[in-house]
């Protein structure tokens, strides 16, 4: 999950064989995956799914060691020190001048802040209840993929959308006393930021690879990375663990530079329909992490809420497709 999650109409992100530049699959004739390619690619985009679902244990480990801005900060400089030396040492030239406004996007959306405001709820929400709310990311960014691409869904479509929107907010308020808390709000509009920069992303993946689209947006955040680190740094006190140590890599080169990377070329590999079905597993992975690395205790209505907004997205990948 940091981000993970992703767009999910076929217009959003597929990418055709003949016009591919990711080199992340090997056409027939006819233009369609071959099976080699096919296999590989779904491998791929289920690799992103399991790098995903660790990103909020991760993230509570961290927050062991390091205050939220440090986290965030912290973590966006390393994993664009990673993209920055694949960068270079396969020589990849400068995006096109028409590919900035999107990389800003995706920049804000899922480098800056998906993962500032989701670190900021997990500081008074659980993982588990985290992830319930998360889980309604497939269904937030095929809204924005159907206004980007001017797709109109089915009615079928937006049914279960919406209900799938009402059984998030309705678990979001049971879960808090019967109002919205803070942690909530900033789940919320991790959601939108979040959905907003996978659509974006993936409108670039058909131009570029998918790990360059991450790539390019980590180095464009360096700036504002280094400043936030050293000035979060100098408020927020440091207890390093190991526990803190190992949460801050992963999310940097586990969730935000590898998950992406595979992730995205398992999308461009085998389509957006197919790869978001392997992602309806992503809520109830992180359900597990949390019980196996955190110990938390699930609440009777987590595992419900994260069932029902399962069987949501799936009507809306066939309503879809």
Same mark, same amino acid.
């Given at each position: ?11 959003? !992100? ?37 790098? &995903? ?11 062991? %060691?390091?205050?939220?801005? %440090?986290?965030?900060?912290?973590? %966006? ?13 396969? @020589?990849?030239?400068?995006?096109? @001048? @028409? ?74 308020? *049971? ?35 998918? +790990? ?12 504002? %990375? ?8 100098? &408020?927020?006190?440091? @207890? ?5 140590? !190992? ?9 935000? &530079?590898?998950?992406?990377?595979? +992730? ?7 389509? !957006?329909?197919?790869?978001? *079905?392997? *992602?309806?597993? *992503? ?5 597990? +992490? ?32």
């Amino acid at each position: 999950m940091t981000a993970q999650n992703s767009a999910t109409t076929a217009d959003a !992100i597929a990418v055709t064989a003949s016009g591919s530049t990711t080199g992340s699959t090997t056409a027939s004739a006819s233009g369609a995956p071959s099976p080699t390619g096919f296999s590989r690619g779904t491998l791929l985009a289920a690799l992103g799914v399991v790098a &995903f679902s660790l990103t909020f244990p991760s993230t509570v480990w961290g927050l062991e %060691s390091f205050g939220p801005w %440090s986290f965030v900060a912290v973590r %966006s400089v390393l994993a664009a020190l990673i993209a920055g030396g694949f960068l270079l040492a396969l @020589r990849v030239p400068l995006p096109h @001048r @028409r590919h900035l406004g999107g990389l800003l996007v995706v920049a804000g959306g899922v480098v800056v802040g998906f993962p500032l405001l989701t670190t900021l709820a997990l500081e008074t929400s659980t993982t588990s209840h985290a992830a319930v709310v998360v889980g309604l990311l497939p269904l937030t960014t095929a809204a924005f993929a159907a206004v980007r691409t001017g797709r109109r869904p089915s009615r079928t479509f937006w049914v279960a959308a919406g209900a799938g929107a009402a059984v998030v907010l309705a678990f979001a308020v *049971q879960q808090s006393g019967g109002a919205l808390s803070a942690g909530d709000l900033y789940l919320f509009g991790a959601l939108l930021v979040c959905a907003a920069g996978y659509t974006e992303g993936g409108r670039l993946a058909r131009e570029m690879p998918g +790990w360059q689209v991450i790539g390019w947006a980590l180095i464009g955040c360096l700036p504002l %990375s280094l400043t936030g680190a050293a000035v979060a740094l100098s &408020f927020e006190p440091v @207890r390093l663990t190991a526990h803190g140590v !190992i949460g801050l890599l992963w999310v940097a080169a586990g969730s935000t &530079f590898f998950g992406l990377y595979v +992730w995205y070329r398992g999308m461009a590999a085998i389509g !957006i329909p197919r790869a978001s *079905q392997l *992602q309806l597993a *992503q809520p109830v992975l992180t359900l597990v +992490w949390s019980v196996l690395l955190l110990g938390e205790h699930l609440t009777p209505a987590a595992p419900l809420a994260a069932v029902a907004v399962l069987v949501c997205i799936a009507v809306t990948q066939r309503s879809a497709a």
